[in-house]
């Protein structure tokens, strides 16, 4: 007698339907009745699982779009061509990708592959730095984006790299091919063992309710430097910083294998042009609006988020706490015309009215401002697709979602677990695989690495990269090496540094994205290198991060 194989077993919703024609024989029934014995198998192990820990849950559902694929990319080096533009390799040849608004959902045929599926979970890192998920979003009706600490969970990116006189392939998969496909950064503990699965704060940190740093919807970030990042997310344990440079790296590999250019900016701009300082044109009192000229007006979005105030002294620099004093760090919910020549621009400050009318400072007249400021969290909850921006993807007043994690609000973000290191007038990057070892003086003990390449001496100016260091024994830790690009091309990014010839030993923390008003220069690999391990201005924020506690490189 011999039996169904359920071993491997593999739920299958397309069952044929039987023929009036088809031939009265076991072949043709076992084959239907084989497939429902495995529907049924497949079933209960489903069930298993979900009586099981929720991690188990999670790794079940991120398992159900496991599918061993290699998708990667090529690119040129920057003397061979010099474009942005790359070519699509294995898996990924022949599949497109666009990013999505709150009324579109455009096609990408990454969604739901392999290490670019990902669930919302609701979640937390436990003393020993591993992820412990606590609800599913869609699965669990306690998931809350505004309640508790949200994530993006991936499954591991196994990374295959090859360097060469023409260029550079990047290749990933969920499934470790041979040796040469190295386990991500942010997935190795510190034992050398890999985690399942990666977690990514899907927002900028803001603070709950009870003051705690938190990766939730609808608050405007805290502004961070390397050390107030430190300190502040300490406050949550010792096993949390601020983004690692692995949590960044793996973000840019999907943004650079899905949509096979380097420019990130020319898929989606994020708000790095948001930079609109108006007054207003009618004073009003008891109110939540502003008047300002339509002008200004056609350069704001509803959602968008603005300071309204008067200048306490005499600058316009939004640092100036007198342009919130009136509306800090608001949602923009309407806008709509006035008059001829007029906008009212709608608020959301909780029921808080206030008046428009100018004041005195030194004698000098001081109009109610609107400031453009970086967003608040959640304004790209509506869009539909895994990536993209509200309303427009181009414009430049916009954060977007890449694959599922909010980016690109205007912010400057800080590296957590690195900094660059000026000695003898050499810039050089640093890391720190254990967070729990990092403190406030940054890289000052043996717990930090020195990387095998050092940044360019820029001469306190910007300039585009053309190519990033690489070192075999940290693979995630990728920073400028050459700066020969332009904005259109090479990564089309921008790197900065003082004038290292004139400066003294030294650390300066590493910030990335950019912030509102810098235009071309954000962008995923943008990197300012010039302020100290303490500079945090009205532009800088961070992000939390559940991967500071890491191997160097995975056991053998």
Not at 269 to 280: E, L, R, S, V, Y
Not at 528 to 552: I, K, P, Q
Request: with cysteine; proline share 3%.
């Amino acid at each position: 007698m011999s039996y169904f194989d359920i071993s491997g077993a593999t739920f299958d919703e397309n069952l044929r339907k039987l023929e009036t024609s088809d031939p009265a024989h076991a072949d043709v029934f076992n084959a239907l009745l084989g497939q429902l014995i495995n529907n049924d198998v497949a079933l209960k192990e489903a069930v298993t699982k979900f009586a099981a820990s929720k991690n188990e849950q999670a790794l079940f559902l991120l398992n159900l779009h496991k599918d061993g694929k290699k998708y990667g990319v090529h690119f040129d080096n920057y003397d061979v061509t010099p474009s942005s533009n790359g070519t699509r390799l294995f898996d990924a040849v022949g599949m497109a990708a666009a990013p999505s608004t709150n009324t579109v959902r455009a096609v990408n045929d990454f969604d739901g592959k392999g290490c670019f599926a990902y669930l919302e979970v609701n979640g937390s890192v436990d003393e020993n730095g591993e992820f412990q998920v606590q609800y599913i979003k869609d699965i669990d009706n306690e998931f809350s984006r505004t309640k508790y600490d949200t994530w993006c969970l991936y499954l591991t990116q196994y990374v295959y790299r090859k360097f060469d006189s023409n260029g550079e392939d990047t290749v990933i998969s969920d499934t470790r091919h041979s040796a040469e496909w190295l386990p991500e950064g942010g997935a190795i503990r510190p034992d050398g063992t890999i985690r399942p699965f990666v977690a990514i704060a899907k927002y900028m940190s803001g603070d709950n309710a009870d003051g705690v740093a938190s990766s939730i919807s609808g608050v405007s970030p805290k502004n961070y430097s390397f050390q107030s990042s430190l300190t502040k997310f300490r406050a949550k344990g010792t096993q949390y910083c601020a983004e690692t440079s692995q949590d960044s790296e793996r973000m840019t590999r999907l943004m650079e294998i899905a949509f096979a250019t380097r420019n990130s900016q020319s898929v989606m701009a994020g708000c790095n042009w948001w930079w609109t300082q108006t007054p207003a044109t009618v004073q009003e009192n008891d109110v939540e609006r502003i008047i300002i000229s339509k002008s200004a007006a056609k350069e704001l979005v509803v959602g968008g988020t603005v300071s309204i105030g008067n200048a306490s002294s005499l600058t316009r620099d939004r640092g100036n706490t007198g342009l919130n004093a009136k509306a800090n760090r608001v949602r923009i919910t309407k806008i709509e015309d006035y008059d001829d020549n007029s906008s009212a621009v709608y608020v959301d400050n909780g029921g808080q009215k206030f008046s428009t009318a100018s004041t005195t400072v030194s004698g000098v007249t001081c109009p109610t401002m609107l400031s453009t400021m970086p967003w608040n969290t959640g304004g790209c909850d509506g869009v539909l697709g895994s990536c993209g921006s509200p309303t427009s993807n181009a414009s430049g007043k916009e954060p977007y979602i890449l694959f599922g994690v909010e980016m690109s609000s205007g912010f400057w973000e800080p590296k957590g677990n690195t900094v660059m290191k000026i000695e003898n007038h050499v810039m050089r990057p640093y890391i720190c695989y254990d967070c729990t070892k990092i403190t406030t003086a940054g890289a000052t003990t043996e717990d930090w690495i020195a990387l095998g390449y050092v940044i360019p001496d820029n001469k306190g100016s910007w300039k585009y990269i053309s190519k990033l260091g690489y070192s075999v024994d940290d693979p995630e830790v990728r920073y400028p090496v050459e700066v020969n690009a332009s904005s259109s091309n090479g990564y089309a990014d921008g790197c900065y540094t003082e004038d290292l010839e004139k400066a003294g030993d030294g650390q300066r923390e590493v910030l990335g994205s950019g912030d509102l008003r810098r235009g071309a220069i954000d962008g995923r690999r943008s990197a300012n290198l010039s302020n100290g391990l303490g500079d945090d201005w009205w532009h800088c924020a961070a992000r939390l991060s559940a991967c500071g506690r890491c191997g160097r490189r995975a056991a053998a």
